[in-house]
Structures are given as structure tokens and as C-alpha cells.
């Protein structure tokens, strides 16, 4: 066995949202492979931090009203707990907005500039007259310059994937105040990629991991490689040496962050992090990513590590995409599955969520989650066998033979467990970890045939020996079983440690122990340890999705019927703004058939007649006004909406409009809102009421 140091690492989730299942797809391959490594004697570091810098972030802030910082740290400690929650401990869960990753930054880049792979230039950037600020990759969105498709500032997130630098993007526009952008000169710092086009040649085909993730890389080496813009204006994140007014690019800190996190563990260890990260050191690194990120680590990060005098991973291991109920995965329409608000809140075990990212598919291809399959794949293919499996046999041993017979193993229950650590080997060091879990369920079905098939209740009748001797290798399999089980769940793998008599932690052992006898022959009470996923559960479940998707297809009805008649519920960081000479596009909407929905799905809406009461100017927006209206209530209620350009504040005091009152409360601009207020047409004529209408009157 290797004696060779690993430290494993995991891409850092982004700290202005919660944890839901796509941010699972990576980690809990990862600490299984952990774990796995543990059992076999090796030495791991696991490392992993949470990503704090960029436009989403402050843009996120701004819309709660707190700090970049305030925001990071709530979702840094929120994913450091909801990781715990499901079983996946971290060496050194760090922060790279911490003082050890703003320090790390620096000595890296400064030594990329002292070796020449850093220079200055004067680029064209999006530049929005009306926030009088130059605009970072995410406060712009436009069109792509290669294949015309809808994109943000730094990619072509809906297109063709490829990576944008500042001045590329056509049509820019501020996704602050939906105006449209110019292109104004300023002085920047860029990165020569191109000077390590021979290293990436050579590195390449060594680099060890999935095939997606040294394919696509060597595929965009072979395509040319760019020079990358490494600062923003901006004020949050890293600064670049000698510039206060530059931060560096967020895609150059954030991978720095997997340092400075194995800095902060070996100051808190005494461990050695150069061992990991130095030319001469002996340690290993093995990144665990999202496919979406390949480019990033397999790229732009060895180029970084190689100019600054610093060892490249050695291996990358880069999961498939995930899919909700066979619809691609999207928070902002509702098809997503949020890690604590759906699963974990409602007292669902973490071992059957980790029992199924682990089992669905290969870790390269797509995983598609739904409910009813979570539900067959752990009552079939683990309650069913294992589950039963272990109940059977404990409550036998206890009940009838008084504990654990003092016999040892037979051989071919010995060899049946060595062929599937074997197996199991294997399946790990190909990153295959679907084909591992099946290793250990085919050991399960193994052990749950045995006991079947020799009927301990029946020898009882006529040989107890062999009774006790079927009992005895049943109980080894129960053991195995219960070590190779620890990675794929751990809270069900200790408690059956303990339910064989063990005081320890299985996490602990050694896979060679799988193979031991029993230094104990006491066992506790017998329990059940693997309780079925019913019917009625699933449907709840299944339910809480449906509305989800109603809510947010509602929601992004309203928000373009808002849109285009010039009233705003809540603007998000992706709404485009009206333009001018529509005509053409008009009719064609117009002609676009309606999607018909019935009269219960329309009395959802509640819409009632509303007096306005006081109006304003929302602060730093020259689209949004702060309205009170009288819907009938006991007081009036504030509503934001994206008509200043058409009403002066005057003008609408005293006027009946109609308001969807049941719209969940937004912010914009750090201002709530509680309502939409309807409006028609580019010119945002307000509905109103004809007659003299009492305020909250419902619309019928």
C-alpha cells in the first residue's frame, strides 16, 4: 500500500445561497472517497472553504441590506453545518475572504508578476453612465460575440459555454439599473495563458481523475489559449498589489483558497502544507468538482500553480450534471431540491440521500433525482436486502444463542468478503464509486440469500451446531458489511457497530477488519435499523416540488408582464430592460399561442382594488417608487414598482389600481415590497377601476 500523503479538496460552494442537491453531487462522492482512503490506512487531509468574492455576493448583500462579508460568514457556518448534517466532515472548512487567503493571494500573483506572466493593458469595459461605475462580469449581461445567445459579463452561461473577457460582450447592459452600457477605456492586468501552452501539453495526458475532465480540457488547450483578465473594478475581494482600486478576479482567489485552507490546517495540526503543494514535497492533491468548473481547474489553476512555483493537482474528479424529475436544474424556476428546507428539516435520514448520489449513476453522467426513485432504490434495493439482512441475523444471535457464537468465519464467507473489498478497490481508483456501492450491495444480497437459503430458525430444530455456525457467518457478514457500508452511511454504519457490541467508532477500522473475529460475544437489544420510505411521504414530498414550479412559472409570468408594462414586484440581478422599436418582436408574442390554465389555477391570484396613499422615490433607482396603498387592511401596504419613468409621484396619490395581493414580500434596492401594482402596455397605463371602488375589493 502507498504511504504517499493525499490531500483531497472540493470546489468551494458560493456563499450567497443555500445548499441544495446539485452542491451534494461533489461532496459526498468526495468524503466517501475519504473515508474509503481512511479505512485503508492512508493519511488525507479533506479541505474545502466557502467562495465569498464576486458580483453576486454584493449584489445579494445589497439586496438584503448587510455587508459581503455579513452574507459570507452566514452562509460559510451554513454550509459547514448542513455538511456535517449529512455526514461529510472537513479537515478545514475556511473562508477565502479570510486574512490567510488575502495574504496567500498576494504572494501568488506577485510572483507571477515578478516571472513575467502577468502584464498591463488598456481594454475597452462595459461602463454604466447612469450608476456612474464601471460594470464587473455579473453587474452586465448582453450578447455573445460567438454564438449570439443571451450571456453574462465572464461567460456564455446559456450558449456556447465559452469564457468571456471584459470588452467582448455585445449589446452590454447594467443588470443594476436595466440601462444600456458603453464601452469606456481602463487599465488592466491580464495573465499570459499562452506561456504555458508546452506545460499544459505535457501535463495533461498525466493528469490522473475522469476522463471529462482531461477530454475537455485538452480540447480547449488544442482550440488556442486566451490571455485571462486577472483584476476587476470592484471593491470586493483580494486587491491587486500596488492597486485599491483593482480586485483580483475572483476564478484567481478562490482556487488560491485550496492553500491557504491546507495553510490554516497545518497551523492548527502542526501539519506539514507544503508536502502537498511544493515541487519537492511527496503529498498528492485530488480536486472533486462539478463538471461545470473543468475549465477553471484543469486549465487557468495549473497555469497559475506552475508560473508561481507550485505543484499541479494529480488528479481532477469531475461530476455529471443533475436533473430534478427529468427537467434541467433550476433555482430560479423552482426545479431544485434544497438540502435542509426538503430533506433534512423534515427528518429524512442522510444516509438514504447519500445511499442514492452514490448509487443512481456514474459519477461523470447526469443525475436525475425524483422522489419515487429515491423511494424504490432504498426500500428495494437497500431495506429490502441489508436491511432485513441485518435485523434478521442480530435478532436471531441475541434471542436464540444468547450473543455471538464462539466459532470463526467458514473460508468461503472469508473469501466472498476479499473478493468484494477487491472489487471495491477497484471501483475507487476508477472514481467509479456507483460501481463500489454496487460491490457492497451484491456482498448484501450475498449474505441475504445465505441466511435464507440455510434457515437458522429450522436448523435450530434438528442442528444446532450448524445453526450456530450459519449464525456465526452471518454475523461476519454483518461486520464486513457494516465497515465498507461507513462511506456510504455513516450514521447506519455506526449504529450497527454499536449493535454488534462495539464501543468504538467503525470509522476507524481498518478494511483488513472486515476479515476479523469477534474479541466480545455480547450484543445488545436488537433493533430496526432501516425503516421504509412510505407511500403517503413521497406524495408530500412530490407535492412540495409542484408548487415550487407553480410558484416560480407564476412568478416569472408576472415578473415579464411586469417587465413590459413598467411594473416591477421584484427586479432580480437578470432582469433585462425594455427597449425601444419593439414592434416586430410585439407581434410576434401576440401571436404565440396561450397557454390555457383553469379557474381554480386563476383564483390563486388575489387581486384586489387598492388606493394609493403616499408615493416616492425609491433611493439610487431612477425606475422605482415606494407606494403605501389602502388595500382594506388595518394598515396600508408598501409596494415598490418600476414606474418613475412614466408618473411623478404627484400624480398617483388618490387613484384605485388593482394589486395582486397575495405575491410574497421582495426586496429592491433594500426596500420591501408586498404587491404588485398591474399595469398595461410600454407605457405603463394603470389598471383602474371605472367607479368608485371601496380599497380591498376583490377583482372577480
Not at 116 to 145: A, N
Amino acid at each position: 500500500m502507498s504511504d504517499t500523503p493525499i490531500l483531497v479538496t472540493c470546489g468551494l460552494p458560493y456563499t450567497n445561497g443555500p445548499c441544495h442537491l446539485g452542491h451534494l453531487r461533489t461532496y459526498v462522492p468526495a468524503d466517501f472517497y475519504v473515508r474509503y482512503l481512511r479505512h485503508c490506512g492512508r493519511e488525507v487531509v479533506f479541505v474545502c472553504g466557502s467562495d465569498n468574492h464576486g458580483t453576486p455576493i454584493v449584489i445579494s448583500a445589497e439586496t438584503e441590506g448587510v455587508t459581503p462579508r455579513q452574507m459570507s460568514e452566514r452562509y460559510n457556518a451554513h454550509f459547514d453545518e448542513t455538511f456535517k448534517k449529512m455526514g461529510i466532515f472537513f479537515d478545514r472548512f475556511g473562508m477565502t475572504d479570510d486574512p490567510m487567503n488575502h495574504e496567500t493571494t498576494t504572494e501568488i500573483v506577485t510572483k507571477l508578476i515578478e516571472n513575467g506572466h502577468i502584464y498591463k493593458k488598456t481594454i475597452s469595459q462595459s461602463y454604466c453612465p447612469h450608476c456612474e461605475m464601471f460594470l464587473p462580469d455579473r453587474y452586465v449581461e448582453g450578447t455573445c460575440p460567438y454564438c449570439g445567445e443571451k450571456a453574462r459579463g465572464d461567460e456564455c452561461d446559456q450558449g456556447c459555454g465559452k469564457h468571456l473577457e471584459p470588452g467582448e460582450l455585445k449589446d452590454p447592459v447594467c443588470k443594476i439599473c436595466g440601462s444600456p452600457a458603453e464601452f469606456r477605456d481602463q487599465e488592466h492586468y491580464f495573465l499570459k495563458l499562452g506561456d504555458f501552452k508546452d506545460f499544459l501539453n505535457g501535463y495533461l495526458p498525466t493528469i490522473q481523475g475522469t476522463s471529462n475532465a482531461k477530454n475537455y480540457a485538452s480540447m480547449w488547450v488544442k482550440e488556442g489559449l486566451h490571455d485571462w483578465c486577472v483584476t476587476r473594478s470592484f471593491n470586493w475581494g483580494v486587491k491587486f498589489p500596488g492597486h485599491d482600486d483593482l480586485v483580483v478576479y475572483v476564478w484567481v482567489d478562490a482556487p488560491i483558497g485550496y492553500i491557504s485552507f491546507t495553510k490554516e490546517w497545518a497551523k492548527a495540526t502542526g501539519g506539514d502544507w507544503e508536502q502537498f503543494w511544493k515541487p519537492e514535497g511527496k503529498g498528492e492533491v485530488i480536486h472533486f468538482i462539478g463538471q461545470d468548473i473543468i475549465y477553471h481547474h484543469c486549465v487557468f489553476w495549473p497555469s497559475l500553480l506552475e508560473g508561481a512555483g507550485y505543484k499541479p493537482p494529480k488528479a481532477v474528479v469531475a461530476s455529471g450534471m443533475v436533473k430534478i424529475d427529468d427537467k434541467k436544474f433550476s433555482k430560479s424556476r423552482g426545479c431544485v431540491v434544497w438540502t435542509n428546507e426538503d430533506y433534512l428539516d423534515i427528518g429524512l435520514s442522510p444516509d438514504y440521500l447519500r445511499y442514492y448520489l452514490l448509487s443512481y449513476t456514474s459519477h461523470t453522467k447526469e443525475l436525475n433525482f425524483s422522489w419515487k426513485e429515491y423511494q424504490a432504490r432504498v426500500n428495494n434495493e437497500f431495506v429490502d436486502t441489508i436491511g432485513n439482512f441485518f435485523y434478521r441475523t442480530l435478532h436471531f444471535a441475541a434471542n436464540k444463542m444468547g450473543g455471538i457464537p464462539d466459532l470463526d468465519a467458514e473460508p468461503q464467507v472469508l473469501e466472498a468478503i476479499k473478493s468484494t473489498i477487491a472489487q471495491l478497490d477497484k471501483a475507487v481508483g476508477e472514481y467509479e464509486f456507483k460501481a463500489a456501492v454496487e460491490a457492497v450491495l451484491a456482498l448484501g444480497n450475498t449474505a441475504n440469500t445465505y441466511i435464507q437459503t440455510n434457515a437458522p430458525w429450522k436448523l435450530m430444530k434438528t442442528d444446532e451446531n450448524a445453526a450456530r455456525q450459519t449464525i456465526r457467518n452471518c454475523l461476519q457478514f454483518v461486520k464486513a458489511l457494516t465497515i465498507l457500508l461507513d462511506g456510504i452511511m455513516p450514521v447506519k454504519a455506526q449504529e450497527a457497530w454499536e449493535l454488534l457490541g462495539y464501543k468504538g467508532k467503525v470509522a476507524d477500522c481498518r478494511l483488513s477488519e472486515a476479515l476479523t473475529g469477534f474479541d466480545h460475544s455480547e450484543l445488545p437489544t436488537p433493533k430496526i435499523l432501516f425503516a421504509k420510505i412510505e407511500d403517503e411521504k413521497v406524495a408530500e414530498y412530490e407535492n412540495t416540488l409542484k408548487m415550487r414550479l407553480e410558484e416560480a412559472k407564476a412568478k416569472e409570468a408576472g415578473s415579464a408582464a411586469a417587465n413590459a408594462a413598467g411594473s416591477a414586484p421584484a427586479q432580480t440581478a437578470s432582469d433585462k430592460p425594455k427597449t425601444e422599436n419593439k414592434g416586430d418582436k410585439k407581434m410576434e408574442d401576440n401571436n404565440e399561442p396561450v397557454e390555457q390554465i383553469s379557474i381554480d389555477e386563476f383564483f390563486r391570484t388575489q387581486l384586489k382594488v387598492g388606493k394609493i396613499l403616499e408615493v416616492e422615490p425609491v433611493p439610487k433607482s431612477k425606475k422605482l417608487l415606494k407606494i403605501m396603498v389602502d388595500l382594506g387592511e388595518e394598515s396600508p401596504r408598501q409596494i415598490v414598482s418600476g414606474i418613475a419613468p412614466y408618473y411623478r409621484p404627484e400624480e398617483l396619490v388618490g387613484l384605485s389600481v388593482v394589486v395582486v395581493a397575495n405575491l410574497k414580500p421582495a426586496k429592491l434596492c433594500g426596500v420591501e415590497s408586498n404587491g404588485m401594482i398591474l399595469a398595461a402596455g410600454d407605457e405603463a397605463s394603470l389598471l383602474t377601476t371605472k367607479f368608485e371602488v371601496a380599497p380591498g375589493t376583490k377583482v372577480l
